[in-house]
């Protein structure tokens, strides 16, 4: 009995010792299967990097947010105060407010684009979706 060698040019198909592909995670009709896709590590780790962004995100803004609130209804003398001409504290937060939803929405768009994209490419690799 003689051995199977792969012949240089041949990348897949009988006796080329390559793994087979996974199987796709698709129902019977050709759609993704979401109930099998949830619990691929592929699908966990795009979930980890999202809750690893968003949650912080949220917790930081949420804090600025309700401090600045309640700065202005428990310490009006402090919001008051001038910064310079007729320009106050209150009005410098306020100000910061939308500066910061920009920088977090700037932030946001650059970590999903490195961190999350790839990711959900190899999530959508594991149905073919992309070859449709």
Known sequence: MT???PSPG????FAT????PPPLLVDAAGKPDFAAIRETPEFQELRRRT???VLPALVGFLGWYLGYVVLSAYAP???GAKVFGAVN???VFG????ATTVALTLAYARYARRRLDPQVAAVRAL??????
């Open 10 to 13: 041949r990348t897949r198909g």
């Open 3 to 5: 051995k199977a060698i």
């Open 51 to 53: 809750r690893a962004f």
């Open 89 to 91: 504290v209150g009005l």
């Open 17 to 20: 010792f390559d793994e087979p």
């Open 95 to 98: 100000l910061l407010q939308f």
């Open 127 to 132: 149905t073919a979706e992309d070859q449709r």
């Open 77 to 79: 003398e402090f919001m």
